[in-house]
């Protein structure tokens, strides 16, 4: 069992910045390949970015890409989402992933699952 803790979610106006943090318990976070995805009522939750379990490999949805960075610090067993100029379409519940076998950017690979935290980007 793994669980994973976010934090940094809330109300931010658009072009406006967000950090969100994902605190992961255990010893084998490095382990894991990481994600981050996305959800609004009523739709599938989406890939947004994924890192190598070494950090040294980002991938990013194309709406995403060039506004968030994903990263991690192994040493703290934490995720981080930085969000740049954000978009009222960036709006959505925003869940961290853990990856045991593959890359973090699969729904049907994903093992571990953190609780959501809302975003919510006010136009």
């Known amino acids: 069992q793994v669980q994973l803790v976010e934090s940094g979610g809330g109300l931010v106006q658009a072009g406006g910045s967000l950090r969100l943090s994902c605190a992961a318990s255990?010893?084998?976070?490095?382990?894991?390949?990481m994600g981050w995805f996305r959800q609004t009522p009523g739709k599938e939750r989406e890939f947004v970015a994924a890192?190598?379990?070494?950090?040294?490999?980002?991938y990013y949805a194309d709406s995403v890409k060039g506004r968030f960075t994903i990263s991690r610090d192994n040493a703290k067993n934490t995720v981080y989402l930085q969000m740049n100029s954000l978009k009222p379409e960036d709006t959505a519940v925003y869940y961290c992933?853990?990856?045991?076998?593959?890359?973090?950017?699969?729904?049907?690979?994903?093992?571990?699952w953190g609780q959501g935290t809302q975003v919510t980007v006010s136009s």
């Open positions: 992933a853990a990856d045991r076998r593959g890359g973090g950017t699969r729904l049907n690979s994903i093992n571990y």
């Open positions: 890192i190598s379990r070494g950090g040294g490999i980002t």
């Open positions: 255990g010893r084998t976070f490095s382990s894991y390949a």
